[in-house]
């Protein structure tokens, strides 16, 4: 069965504390991976798509990889303003639906 | 920028009424979507609609329905509201069945 699995559930970082998430996945044939920012009350925001092992996207302090079981978004000297929950979502070729992971809070302290 | 819209942010309705939640997107999209959002269970699909008239049940369809008569605009349909369909509900569309899912603001609906 497709599963998304992120971990931690949360996270607490100073200011200026890299750290990384996780996004486990099995899918069979993984059209592609999306991680998203949702801040409270709002909608998810979309950062990135990967599609293959191997690929790395970055966005300011944001840097997202992929590998055939997991992706990683790794945020490097956050700020406040970084904080949110972050959710990844996998793509099979075969259904096409999103499948989203419970997403990583992420809360990041001055 | 893509422009989702959902008409309401906060909702509270009673129980065995029927509710209709509204979405509309202003990019041209072929594809929309309904989700629900819980604590600790993520984003779950209900409905989604490839075309106009077009519609597919998601992972969690019993007790919704959806109405997509124009392209722009995507309509969740609660028959007869229930205390567990408490939730915020979210609407998504996108270009393609390749292209990432853009979201709306969701509309967080309360059943008393």
């Known amino acids: 069965e497709d599963q998304v699995t992120q971990s931690p559930e949360a996270l607490r970082l100073q200011e200026g504390e890299s750290s990384s998430l996780n996004c486990s996945y099995t899918?069979?044939?993984?059209?592609?991976l999306f991680w998203y920012r949702q801040d409270p009350g709002k909608g998810p925001e979309f950062l990135f798509t990967?599609?293959?092992a191997g690929e790395e996207k970055e966005k300011e302090r944001l840097k997202a990889t992929l590998t055939k079981k997991e992706s990683f978004l790794h945020i490097t000297a956050p700020k406040p303003e970084d904080s949110a929950t972050y959710l990844c979502?996998?793509?099979?070729?075969?259904?096409?639906?999103?499948?989203f992971g419970a997403g990583t809070q992420v809360v990041v302290t001055p | 920028d893509v422009k989702v819209t959902q008409s309401s942010r906060y909702l509270v309705k009673r129980t065995g009424e029927k509710v209709f939640l509204e979405c509309v997107q202003d990019m041209d999209h072929e594809n929309m979507f309904w989700y629900r959002q819980d604590p600790g269970l993520g984003l779950r699909l209900i409905y989604f609609?490839?075309?106009?008239?077009?519609?597919e049940k998601g992972d969690i369809p019993e007790g919704y329905s959806v109405s997509r008569e124009k392209k722009e605009r995507f309509s969740l349909i609660l028959e007869s509201a229930s205390t567990n369909q408490t939730s915020m509900y979210l609407c998504a569309s996108s270009l393609n069945r390749v292209e990432p899912q853009h979201f709306g603001d969701g509309t967080r609906l309360s059943i008393l």
């Open positions: 899918v069979s044939g993984l059209r592609g």
């Open positions: 609609s490839y075309d106009v008239k077009m519609k």
């Open positions: 990967l599609y293959s």
């Open positions: 979502a996998v793509q099979a070729e075969r259904w096409g639906k999103f499948q």
